[in-house]
């Protein structure tokens, strides 16, 4: 585009070898971010030529390594969960009250309790991580949950806070 300036073009966004780490700027058409390195760029100068310059750039390049190496938590429980609950467990959601089996065996039953209350701080943990909740806001949070979920086994194995 000689004697102007290139901005942001959406068709980017489809774009295989972008797709995976190019977001747009609401702030700015004429800049690029990328979900990768947290990165703004400037594409008013080289246009597409940036996105390729910057896809080749060491940081990027090692940004995204690691990022293939994470692991996606809510799939993860997701997965897992539903493992478990086909592979253990018949399917009951289609049963009466009546009809569901009662587990008499307690070991079972507190080994499945102590696995969710696990899960559950695991997952209370990442919360208080990702909205950056101060540990002095969570103290005796396992008390909340208590009288919030008095029936709870979950609640009352709780042991954050």
Known sequence: MPGGKYVFNDDW???????DWLLSVAESRYKARCSACNRIFDV???GETALKYHMRGTKHQ???KNNEKK??????F??????ESSSSQ???SNLCPSDVPISTNLLDRSVNVNNLSRKAEILWTLKVLNSHYSYKSCENVNY????MFPDSEVAKNFSCG
């Open 13 to 19: 966004l489809g774009d295989a070898q972008y797709k």
């Open 44 to 46: 008013s100068n080289m």
């Open 62 to 64: 090692k940004f995204l």
């Open 71 to 76: 692991i996606d938590l809510k799939n993860y």
């Open 78 to 83: 997701s997965a897992q969960d539903h493992a």
């Open 90 to 92: 018949p399917n009951t």
């Open 144 to 147: 909340i949950f208590k009288t």
